[in-house]
Every structure is written in C-alpha cells, then in structure tokens.
C-alpha cells in the first residue's frame, strides 16, 4: 500500500502564496507521475498540474504561470508552489500518485487538503 499525505493548506488573502506537499510513504514502489487536483465548493474535480518522474510537467491553463509543480524523487515528495492566488482557488486540493508496487499498477489518493483564498 502507498499513502499520500498533504500538508500546507491553509487561508490567505486574494495575491498570496501558499506551498502544498504531499509526501508518498510504504515499501517498495515507485512513483511515475504525481498530480495535484482541486475541487471547488459544487463543482468537479480537475487537474491542476501533473509531473512526470522524468521532470516534465502539465498545467491547467487558469493555473499556467501563477503555480509550479516540482518533486523530490528521493524523498517520494510532490510540491505546489501557488503564488498570485484568486479567491477562485478556492478548493480542496488532493495529491494523486500513478505507482508501480509489487508489479502493479495503482492509482493513489490524499486525503485532500483546504486552501482558502479571500478576496
């Protein structure tokens, strides 16, 4: 089993900035692509920005400019580095992980956690 967990959540003013973590933990597995996903008070969850184990990385085009994805293979840790931050950031973030432990193949949630920007 790998367990994902966030920290760095939190609440701040419209323009601010805020780090996100999620840390990966277990035995013996590896970590292809890790992403951050938000979901927004009634809404659906989307993609906010995924990195691959080689270095490359997506963004959602609201996000492109103001947030950047970064991760520490060696500590199994992703981070979201969110800076310019709108009240329409507002959401639950969550970490997902695509890992490969005992031959197979998983996908892996956080258990999410709160940014609160005010305007």
């Known amino acids: 089993q790998v367990q994902l967990v966030e920290s760095g959540g939190g609440l701040v003013q419209a323009g601010g900035s805020l780090r996100l973590s999620c840390a990966a933990s277990g035995s013996g597995f590896s970590i292809d692509v890790m992403g951050w996903y938000r979901q927004p008070p009634g809404k659906q969850r989307e993609l906010v920005a995924l990195i691959r184990s080689s270095g490359s990385s997506n963004y959602a085009d609201s996000v492109q400019g103001r947030f950047t994805i970064s991760r520490d293979n060696a500590k199994n840790t992703a981070y979201l580095q969110m800076n310019s931050l709108k009240p329409e950031d507002t959401a639950v973030y969550y970490c997902?992980?695509?890992?490969?432990?005992?031959?197979?193949?998983?996908?892996?949630w956080g258990q999410g956690t709160q940014v609160t920007v005010s305007s």
């Open positions: 997902k992980a695509n890992a490969e432990r005992l031959g197979i193949n998983r996908v892996y």
